[in-house]
């Protein structure tokens, strides 16, 4: 098992982009730009296939339901060919409140659209004549003058990630999906999201080792670890708090899975009541060091090994710096450990690619 490392770009304007060319040259393997209510996530990868040679660009995550299955195979059939192949559609559903409150869109069935969506850009990459009857798309549309449409431009794989929490959603990831977005993910809970995974690749005649599995990470080099993990485990008050509504937050529900129940109830409690400062501090340092890449050389790399022995091939991180240089210092110092990492002899459990090992 390889461990590789992607990025987050600080930003969307030139020098925050120039940080992923610079990375690219240190031997990052992949950027993964974001998309929440501020800049969209597909506009800066153009900018990207431009100045970059090697990376692969990841889009982390286009939010379904923000544009049609067709406006999303076009997008990236543009962008596969403008990077030479380096392109990566990742998805996900979002939440009711972006997707109603922002894009006034409906977020039901989140599941259904997923497949759906997943299904029609295959077809459209593949060239074949758009015609489609599923419970959330009707191409054409059966009462209208549409015509079923075929792209002359069709041809490009288009690699397609899920960011999936939930164990529907994370069977669909494992039986469709050539990658997984994973968040809120803890190495030492991470049956909760690979049995999920594995289960639909086994039931599509798949394995794991088909799904590239990649999670986020922050990144904090410090010799003071427990006020790092505070800091980090206060920054998820937001996350438990607000994003998402109190019916339907699914960060808050993939830590309940993982054994913080209590915990993330009574953080969302005191968020939505207003006391902020106290929703930071009832959340685990847990969540806030196991959740990231926190200590000294040493400490890190044992968690680097965590990730690597659970069968993670991609760690996105985030890194902190107020300045360019001071983020490629520490990119450069991760990326030496990683090294380390990866050349150690190591023996992958059998059972993490669903083989019959008896």
Known sequence: MTLRIGITPPGADPDALAYVRDAERLGVDSVWVPEAWMYDALTPLGYLAAITERIRLGTGVVQLGARSPAMLAMSSLALQRMSGGRFILGVGTSGPQVMEGWHGARFDRPVTRTRETIEIIRMIAAGERLVYDG??????????????????????????????????????????????????????????????????????GRSLDDVELTVAAGLDFTDDVEAAGRRHAAGYAFTIGAMGSTATNFNKQAFTRQGFGDAVEEVQRLWQAGDRDAAGERVPIEIGLYTNLVGDDAAVTERLRRYRDCGVTTIRVGVDGERHADRLDQLGRLLDLVATVNAENTTVDPSRTGANTT
């Not at 191409?139 to 079923?148: E, H, I, N, V, Y």
């Open 135 to 204: 419970e959330t798309f009707t191409l054409p549309l059966s009462d209208g003058q549409g015509k079923a449409l075929r792209s002359p431009v069709a041809g490009p794989d288009i690699p397609i990630y899920v960011a999936s929490m939930g164990p529907a959603n994370l069977r669909l990831t494992g039986a469709m999906a050539e990658g997984w977005i994973g968040t809120a993910f803890l190495p030492e809970s991470a049956d909760v999201f690979l049995d999920p995974i594995r289960e639909g690749a086994i039931a599509a």
